[in-house]
């Protein structure tokens, strides 16, 4: 069992920045580390994910460019940093983990991934 837990999210300006954490209870360096994103009356949708290693990464169109997803290992935690944020990342983001079976870009599917953690609110405000 893997249980997740989301922190970092808050009210923030566009054009702000915000770093999501994701701890997990036990070592990372062999799970994939996807972060997702649901807003209201919205479809959760895939933002970021990245393999046990840390060596591959693999971002949604939307947030190319301006999150970065990264992994401290020795801390059992993955790091979501939004850069230039929009009213439009709106939403709540959750981390999930799954086993390393598939390639990178098939973490964009939520049904790859196993536990998930609660969520935390981040709100861009125009």
């Known amino acids: 069992q893997v249980q997740l837990v989301e922190s970092g999210g808050g009210l923030v300006q566009a054009g702000g920045s915000l770093r999501l954490s994701c701890v997990a209870p036990?070592?990372?360096?062999?799970?994939?580390t996807g972060w997702f994103r649901h807003a209201p009356a919205k479809e959760r949708d895939f933002v970021a994910v990245i393999n046990p290693s840390g060596g591959a990464t693999y971002y949604a169109d939307s947030v190319k460019g301006r999150f970065t997803i990264s992994r401290d290992n020795a801390k059992n935690t993955v790091y979501l940093q939004m850069n230039s944020l929009k009213p439009e990342d709106t939403a709540v983001y959750y981390c999930?983990?799954?086993?390393?079976?598939?390639?990178?870009?098939?973490?964009?599917?939520?049904?790859?991934?196993?536990?998930w953690g609660q969520g935390t609110q981040v709100t861009v405000s125009s």
């Open positions: 999930a983990a799954a086993s390393p079976e598939y390639s990178i870009t098939s973490y964009s599917n939520p049904g790859r991934f196993a536990y």
């Open positions: 036990r070592p990372t360096d062999t799970i994939v």
